[in-house]
């Protein structure tokens, strides 16, 4: 079974000595990872005692670091304080269910606009 942190002791490790970061809920302690982070150590130190998951999903990580990841593992979140975890899937859909989006419909507006504009242009210019 897992070691329980509450956020309260999460937010004490917060320096490049001492460094923890919640990540879905999950508590890493990412000291020994600081010289090691390819974005660098101040990447993980803005999240240090906090939880970093938002920052963490949307760097999009690949598979090979969520698994280096489980080295840093200490523990995860007392059950009160967990947060949602967001859904990774994607947010693109392929059913049938919803209607085809044509890129021409995104160019119809402006194309319809140039050709108004071309038209008052070149009638000001011929009437005068």
Do not use: C
């Not at 329980?4 to 970061?21: A, C, F, M, P, T």
């Not at 090691?36 to 005692?49: F, K, N, R, T, W």
């Not at 975890?85 to 419909?105: A, I, Y």
């Amino acid at each position: 079974m897992a070691k329980l942190y509450r956020r309260e002791e999460v937010k004490q490790h917060n320096d490049n000595e001492n460094s923890w970061i919640v990540i879905n809920n999950s508590i890493y302690d990412v000291t020994a990872f600081l010289n090691e982070h390819p974005g660098g150590e101040e990447v993980l130190l803005e999240q240090a005692g906090r939880d970093g998951s938002e920052a963490f999903d949307d760097v999009g990580h690949s598979s090979d670091a969520k698994e280096l990841m489980l080295k840093y593992k200490i523990g995860e979140v007392v059950e009160s304080e967990r947060r949602p975890v967001k859904d990774k899937t994607n947010t693109w859909s392929t059913s049938d269910d919803s209607p085809p989006q044509s890129s021409l419909k995104s160019w119809i507006l402006p194309i319809t606009i140039g050709i108004l504009v071309t038209i008052i242009y070149r009638y000001y210019f011929q009437s005068h």
